[in-house]
């Protein structure tokens, strides 16, 4: 079967940082993790080309070489991925889809005339979509409320990836979750017991990056890495003698809960395998909508001296934080900036709430009514698709300017000069090559931040610091830098694509004010006029 493997464009958002892929030369952040898992489920007899969109696009005789199209998506692709749904009906191509956005949403690839849907986690519905095949049917749905045994998973086709277009190379460990966030659709998707390979199931996935000669970053994308801690612990013991071996290959990025803080040899082990980024889901300061989210994880020790005590033992935090939740109070969004400040969190990941079908929250506001129509749910530049218990507008206004204020670029310096300062400098002997990327890379934040910006003498003094000081941590210094380019810009379009939103909704409300009014109209009419 020839198979034609995508993977949709993704837009601008906080995780495309496309402005720092520019500096470095490179073309998209992560690799495709799902597709290349699901290549290597299918039939070895079958001709397989795969394209991430965000890299490359399949050509026109890509696409009348194939019999099969097979296409994974997350919800913030939902545009490209129907048009290449209906591009492929048009052709005459058997069209399948799967991924967290179909199985989310099914309707929206049913209605866009996918004939497979393969639902759900794929080590269960693969092998229903090839017997289905077999038979000869033409369309099907492939769900399973089964969860997969992680250890029969196999290891991803990274061989059909470019991989020198990305900053990072994805693998996983585990899936799912044991806490309830409300908001949240890790366990509508993947269940509260986390499910983990074997370590060696892991050094296997690594090693092939290994051999392929991979030296950048190498983000370990689970739902919670630390969900089960005790396998957690055991992947780790064996993975710290692996990466000292190989003189500690790649940079380690990955997700964990901030109950992390209460485990120090937890925090102990991850330092020392190598792991340097840890995104962690903060969310607010707030504790009275962290209570009302479900998030009791956050309530039971200090934010803001877990943050401090995590950074200090050696992992850089990257936050998740959201405006937006009931009974939030006003003043939330400065709340928040101060937060990451008192944090020094480089980058906070920070949006306005959209409630996810299917979760917690989604069936709460539904049955309140108060889901809005019309309003996607995908990324920072979107205003929230329910109606919040205070204004609209209060709240957009209030994010736009706390996110501009995070990502003023001298802010961004400072904030991340106290990070590495306060971290303990501690990094494996690495003998990772320093490439025509890297140097692309700090070249021109040479430029751009220590010459044309008003951040030139912090960027050369604190540099200098740094490499006296905390020489292990350069590397990750100089890239964090690199990333506040791509913050430095898209504060433009989010702040452009809000504002533009918040004008759609008050031009709304007065036509709805005008059809109940119709003696309104005479007062505008005179009052354009003038």
Sequence with gaps: MKTLLLWPQMPNSFWSYQETLDLAGLRSTNSPLGLITIAAMLPQDWEIRLFDRNVRPETAADWDWCELVIISAMIVQKADFCSLIDRGIKLGKRVAVGGPFPTSIPAVAQQAG?????????????????????????????????????????????????????????????????????????????????????????????????????????????????????????????????????????????????????????????????????????ETPDTDSLLGIHKIQNTRQSLLESCHKITRKGLQIMSGFIMGFDNERAGAGDRIRTFIEAANIPQGQFSLLQALQNTEMWQRLEREGRL?????????????????????????????????????????????????????????????????????????????????RNTRFYFWWQLLVITIFKPQLLYDYITTLGVGEHFFNYRYEVRAQLERQLAEIEAAKTRDSLAENPDLSLVYDIAGKK
């Excluded at 802010?411 to 490439?435: D, E, H, Q």
């Design 114 to 282: 996918a004939h497979y849907l393969i639902l759900d986690e794929g080590e269960c519905t693969i092998p229903l979509f090839l017997a289905a095949l077999e038979r000869g049917e033409c369309s099907g749905i492939f769900r399973s409320a089964q969860k997969p045994d992680l250890t029969q998973t196999p290891i991803p086709r990274f061989d059909l990836l470019d991989v020198d277009a990305y900053l990072a190379m994805t693998v996983q460990f585990s899936r799912g979750c044991p806490f309830q966030c409300e908001f949240c659709d890790i366990i509508n998707l993947y269940g509260r017991k986390p499910r983990t390979k074997t370590p060696a199931q892991m050094l296997a996935e690594l090693e092939v990056l290994y051999q392929m000669g991979w030296h950048r970053y190498v983000f370990l994308v689970d739902d919670n890495f630390i969900g089960n801690k005790r396998n957690a612990k055991v992947f780790l013991r064996e993975l710290i003698p692996w990466m000292e071996a190989r003189n500690y290959p790649f940079i380690l990025i990955t997700e964990a809960s901030l109950n992390l803080a209460e485990d120090d040899e937890l925090i102990e082990l991850m330092v020392k395998a190598g792991i340097t980024i840890v995104f962690m889901g903060i």
């Design 372 to 452: 809005t129509e019309g309003l996607a749910t995908v990324h920072q530049g979107a205003i929230m698709n329910f109606i919040p218990t205070r204004p609209v507008a209060e709240i957009t206004t209030e994010y736009i300017d706390a996110f501009w204020q995070i990502y003023e670029p001298l802010a961004y310096l400072k904030r991340t000069f106290r990070c590495f300062m306060m971290m303990n400098g501690w990094r494996g002997k690495s003998r990772r090559p320093i490439t025509a990327h890297e140097v692309s890379l700090f070249s021109k934040l040479c430029w751009k931040q220590g010459v044309m």
